[in-house]
């Protein structure tokens, strides 16, 4: 049972394009919400995160859209640029005996053409 | 800078060894997790641990067990290999959820385990 689910597996942009990873959640007492960053032969690495409080956040060009009633959110990465290519995990979390543990996405394989 | 260190980047085993992967963090952090990786499933939560000798149940623990004897240390252990947990391992650690530096959680750079 996948608690969240993202989409799609893998997206294809040309480079100065506009990249958007969905994922979509099931449990109303997730309170954080981080995008995670993982490029070839690397651990995935905190991209940028927000919280249920507020619908968007950003931090230079990637975004986070955030809707709480349709338990969607999402990344929007501007002016995709080569280096950008990357898998990209959506994630959210609750407590559990005071560790911050996350539940992932299935991933999504980003490539950008230059 | 954090650094999670995983001591064995690749290996090799056969079906019914047993196989420790180390884990070690250098920042004090109260959470350790293992998770494992594979296509089209992204990382599922294997065990975590909020303290020296704590440790709970994530999402697929079957065939897995860990130890947490130091707080900087995290071993996974699989106690008779088969070839279904050939996959890509990858240790986190954060601070104490709450804690004012940030419940960030941060990774290793994965252990790939091929059991044949």
Not at chain 2, 38 to 56: A, C, N, Q, T, W
Request: with cysteine; aromatic share 12%; charged share 20%.
């Amino acid at each position: 049972q996948q608690q969240v689910k993202q989409s799609p597996q893998s997206l294809i942009v040309q480079k100065g394009g506009i990249s958007i990873i969905n994922c979509a959640y099931e449990n109303t007492a997730f309170d954080y919400f981080p995008w995670y960053q993982q490029f070839p032969g690397k651990g995935p690495a905190l991209l940028i995160a927000i919280r249920p409080d507020v619908s968007e956040k950003k931090e230079g060009r990637f975004t986070i859209s955030f809707n709480k009633s349709a338990k969607q959110f999402s990344l929007h990465i501007m002016d995709s640029q080569p280096g950008d290519s990357a898998t990209y995990f959506c994630a959210a979390s609750t407590t559990a005996q005071g560790a911050q543990k996350l539940v992932f996405g299935q991933g999504t394989r980003l490539t950008i053409n230059p | 800078d954090v650094k999670v260190t995983q001591s064995s980047r690749y290996l090799v085993k056969r079906t019914g060894e047993k196989v420790f992967l180390e884990c070690v963090q250098d920042m004090d952090h109260e959470n350790m997790f293992w998770y494992r990786q594979d296509p089209g499933l992204g990382l599922r939560l294997i065990y975590f641990s909020y303290d020296v000798k704590m440790k709970e149940k994530g999402d697929i623990p079957e065939g897995y067990s860990v130890s947490r004897e130091k707080k900087e240390r995290f071993s996974l252990i699989l106690e008779s290999a088969s070839t279904n947990q050939t996959s890509m391992y990858l240790c986190a650690s954060s601070f104490f959820k709450g804690d004012r530096r940030g419940n960030t959680i941060y990774f290793g750079e994965g252990s790939w385990l091929t059991v044949v």
